[in-house]
C-alpha cells in the first residue's frame, strides 16, 4: 500500500472559522510533510515532520498549526485564516527523513478556498 | 540557492520519445535530484531519482551529467495519459534534509 490519504477533499471556510485537515498513512514511513500549492505554481514546502517532531517550519504563519499524534497521523489546523490562504494542500510521506534517496509520496490533496 | 531551471513547456508526438531537460548548476554534492509529475491538479507523482549515476526505472530513465549540472529525464515512448507539468526538484541535505525544492516545472503535452 503507497497510498497517502487526505481528509476531506474540499473545504469552504470562512475568515473566522477553525477547521482541521488531515492526513494518513499506512507504509510506517517516518517523516511527514505539508505541502501549499497555489494555481499554476510548484508546491512549496510548509511543515517536516520526522519522527512525530518538528524539523523543519518554513517560516509559516502560526494561523497554520500542524500536529503529529503518531507515525501515521498528520493534521494541519487552520485558524483566522486570510482568502490568500485558498490553496491546494498537499501531504506527503518518505520512508526515511534524514538521508536522501527516499521518495516522497503525495496524497491528492485538500482544496481550502478561504472566503 | 536551491533552484531548478526548466523550460516551461514542450510537445512531444504519440509513441515518440520525450526528452526533459533540467539545470540545476549549484547543486552540491550530498543532493539528490528528483523528478515528479502532477496531472490535472492531484498530488505529484513520483517517477525517479538519482545522485551520480544514470538511473532507469518502469517509468523513466534519468541522465545525469558528469558535473551534475544539469540533468534529462526521458520517456521513452510517450502516451497521452504522459500529458502533465514535470518537475525536477532538489532533495536538500545537511539540516535540510528531507526538503524539496520544486522548479517551476515543464507542461509536457503528448500529441496524437
Known amino acids: 500500500d503507497t497510498e497517502v490519504t487526505q481528509t476531506p477533499k474540499h473545504l469552504v471556510m470562512g475568515m473566522t472559522n477553525k477547521k482541521s485537515l488531515k492526513c494518513e498513512q499506512h507504509?510506517?514511513?517516518?517523516?511527514m510533510y505539508w505541502y501549499k500549492q497555489k494555481a499554476k505554481k510548484p508546491p512549496e514546502l510548509m511543515f517536516v515532520y520526522s519522527y512525530e517532531k518538528l524539523s523543519i517550519n518554513e517560516s509559516v504563519p502560526s494561523r497554520f498549526s500542524p500536529e503529529c499524534p503518531n507515525s501515521s497521523l498528520l493534521n494541519l489546523h487552520l485558524h483566522a485564516l486570510q482568502p490568500e490562504d485558498s490553496a491546494l494542500y498537499l501531504c506527503?510521506?518518505?520512508?526515511?527523513?534524514?538521508?536522501?534517496?527516499?521518495?516522497?509520496?503525495f496524497g491528492p490533496g485538500t482544496r481550502l478556498t478561504v472566503t | 540557492d536551491a533552484k531548478t531551471t526548466q523550460p516551461p513547456s514542450m510537445d512531444c508526438a504519440e509513441g515518440r520519445a520525450a526528452n526533459l531537460p533540467c539545470n540545476h548548476s549549484t547543486i552540491s554534492g550530498n543532493e539528490y535530484v528528483y523528478w515528479y509529475r502532477q496531472i490535472h491538479s492531484q498530488g505529484p507523482q513520483y517517477i525517479i531519482h538519482?545522485?551520480?549515476n544514470n538511473e532507469t526505472n518502469e517509468m523513466a530513465s534519468l541522465i545525469i551529467t558528469e558535473d551534475r549540472k544539469s540533468s534529462t529525464l526521458i520517456l521513452p515512448h510517450a502516451t497521452l495519459r504522459d500529458t502533465a507539468v514535470y518537475y525536477c526538484?532538489?532533495?536538500?541535505?545537511?539540516?535540510?534534509?528531507?526538503?524539496?525544492?520544486f522548479g517551476q516545472g515543464t507542461i509536457l503535452t503528448v500529441h496524437p
Open positions: 526538484t532538489r532533495l536538500a541535505g545537511g539540516t535540510s534534509y528531507g526538503k524539496l525544492t
Open positions: 506527503a510521506s518518505s520512508q526515511e527523513p534524514l538521508a536522501g534517496g527516499y521518495e516522497q509520496y
Open positions: 507504509m510506517g514511513h517516518r517523516a
Open positions: 538519482g545522485l551520480k
